[in-house]
């Protein structure tokens, strides 16, 4: 079964430019997160959503930063303008449902770098 | 805030030897803990999930028991092969117990030949 692919798997660009990630969630997973990980502060959760809605996006750290679920098998993540400060791995994750209980799979990350 | 928090400091033992990894919870009391396995340039990969009225959880080689008293779910690999050698995060939802994960800052565990 495929899992959650992301692309692109890099990105590097420079300050200022527009930045879109990309998800496939795994078929049939009803809920998709966003998280972004640095050494510093580990996997954050960025935004999640629930049937293509977003439901808690509390940890998008600043309007530059935005999300889309335009369908049940695509969502993207976009940063414009993009700053230095925003080079991170970012990752991509399905579940089936929502709950404590329920396992997480994620995609192989998209590591950006801002010049 | 409710946080999750592991020992940052990279483990290193024997091959053969177990490893155990500790994960404390401060500031609530998750229903549920999960392990996860992140290898160099790969997302996590889910690999056990206990419920807080499990002690203990195996599989295979894996045993994580979840103490509430203490706060703490302790994370045990038994016979450890350099194969293992990877980062491993605990994670457990907030307090609302929705699909949101709060995730330590994961162990470093080298299994030296």
């Known amino acids: 079964d495929a899992g959650v692919i992301q692309s692109p798997r890099h990105e590097v660009t420079e300050m200022g430019q527009e930045v879109t990630l990309r998800c496939k969630p795994i078929?049939?997973?009803?809920?998709l997160f966003w998280y972004r990980q640095t050494m510093m502060r580990g996997l954050e959760l960025l935004i999640y959503f629930n049937n293509n809605v977003p439901i808690d996006d509390s940890g998008m750290p600043e309007d530059r930063f935005s999300a889309k679920m335009p369908n049940a098998s695509f969502s993207t993540l976009k940063i414009q303008p993009s700053e230095p400060r925003d080079s991170a791995v970012y990752f991509c994750?399905?579940?089936?449902?929502?709950?404590?209980?329920?396992?997480?799979?994620f995609g192989d990350g998209t590591r950006l770098s801002i010049l | 805030s409710q946080k999750i928090e592991q020992n940052s400091e990279a483990l290193n033992i024997q091959e053969g030897k177990t490893a155990t990894l500790t994960c404390n919870y401060t500031n609530y009391s998750p229903a549920y803990l999960q392990w996860y396995r992140q290898d160099p340039g790969r997302g996590p990969v889910f690999l056990l999930l206990i419920r807080e009225n499990e002690k203990e959880k195996r599989k295979e080689r894996l045993k994580v028991t979840f103490d509430t008293t203490l706060k703490q779910s302790l994370f045990h690999i038994t016979a450890s092969q350099p194969a293992d050698s990877a980062t491993y995060l605990c994670a457990s939802h907030g307090s609302s117990n929705t699909g949101k994960l709060i995730f330590g800052q994961g162990t470093t565990l080298q299994v030296k030949p």
């Open positions: 078929s049939g997973h009803d809920y």
């Open positions: 994750a399905s579940s089936l449902n929502s709950g404590g209980n329920q396992p997480q799979h």
